[in-house]
C-alpha cells in the first residue's frame, strides 16, 4: 500500500498555508510538524477528503496508485485517529471495536477478538470503556479505527495527551499495529518524530530532517 501526494496545496484566502509533495510507503511513518495553527490539521482532512469549504486545495492524492482526489471521504477508506478519540459510553469494550468492522462480515466476532488481543484486553470485551485505563483506552480507539481496513493511517496528535511513560508505549505499539500501512503522522513532539523514523517535513513543505 503506498499514499501519495502529487503538488498538494492548500490556500486559505488566496494565501498558500501547505505545501506537500512526497509518497509514504507501507511500513513508513512520515511525520508532519510545524507551528500551531500552520495547518497540519487542515492537512489530514484535505487528504482524507474532508476539507473544510473555508479552505482551497489543488493538486493529487493517490493511494496505492490509485488517483481519489475526487472520491468523498467514505470512498477513500483512510483512518483518522485524533488526540481526543473518545470511545462510545454507551457501548461496551467490544461493541466499540465492533463500530470499526465493515458490516456484513462473516468473521466480525473473530476480528474483534484477534482486536481485543492485540490490545492486551482479551476477555474484556463486555466492560464499560469507563472502566479502562488511558493506555487501554488509547488501544482501544486504535484497534477500532484498523477494523475499519484503511489503506492509509493518519494520525493527529494521538499521543499529546499521554504522560510521558505511556506515550511511548502507545507510541511503538501504534507503529508496530499499523506496520502494514501508509502513516502520517501530526505532532508537535520531537520525540514521537524521531521513533516514527521515517521522513520528518513542516507543512510548508521544508525537509527538516
Ligand atoms: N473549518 C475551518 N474554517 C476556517 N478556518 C479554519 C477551519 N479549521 C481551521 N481553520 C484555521 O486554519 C488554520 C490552520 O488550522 P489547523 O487546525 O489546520 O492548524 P494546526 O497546524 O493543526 O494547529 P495545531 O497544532 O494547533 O493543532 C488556523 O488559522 C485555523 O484557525
Avoid: W, Y
Avoid at 462480515?105 to 482479551?122: F, K, P, T, V
Avoid at 506496520?179 to 501530526?186: H, Q, S
Amino acid at each position: 500500500m503506498s499514499l501519495k501526494l502529487d503538488q498538494l496545496r492548500i490556500a486559505q484566502d488566496g494565501r498558500l498555508m501547505v505545501a506537500l509533495d512526497i509518497s509514504v510507503a507501507a511500513g513508513q511513518v512520515l511525520t508532519i510538524m510545524g507551528p500551531s495553527g500552520c495547518g497540519k490539521s487542515t492537512a489530514l482532512a484535505a487528504i482524507v477528503g474532508a476539507l473544510p469549504p473555508a479552505f482551497r486545495m489543488s493538486g493529487r492524492i493517490f493511494l496505492n496508485g490509485q488517483d481519489v482526489t475526487a472520491q468523498p471521504i467514505h470512498a477513500r477508506r483512510m483512518g483518522l485517529l485524533f488526540q481526543d478519540d473518545v470511545l462510545f459510553p454507551h457501548l461496551s469494550v467490544a461493541g466499540n471495536l465492533g463500530f470499526g468492522v465493515p458490516r456484513g462480515l462473516r468473521d466480525r466476532a473473530a476480528r474483534i477478538e484477534a482486536a481485543l488481543d492485540a490490545a492486551g484486553l482479551s476477555g474484556m470485551g463486555a466492560r464499560d470503556p469507563a472502566t479502562l485505563s488511558g493506555g487501554q483506552k488509547a488501544r482501544v480507539a486504535l484497534m477500532r479505527t484498523l477494523l475499519s481496513a484503511p489503506q492509509a493511517l493518519l494520525l493527529d496528535e494521538p499521543f499529546s495527551k499521554l504522560d510521558a511513560g505511556l506515550r511511548a508505549q502507545i507510541r511503538d505499539f501504534t507503529f508496530a499495529q499499523a506496520r502494514a500501512l501508509p502513516v502520517i503522522l501530526v505532532t508537535h513532539d520531537m520525540e514521537d518524530a524521531r521513533a516514527a523514523g521515517g521522513p520528518i517535513i513542516s507543512v510548508t513543505g521544508e525537509q527538516l530532517g
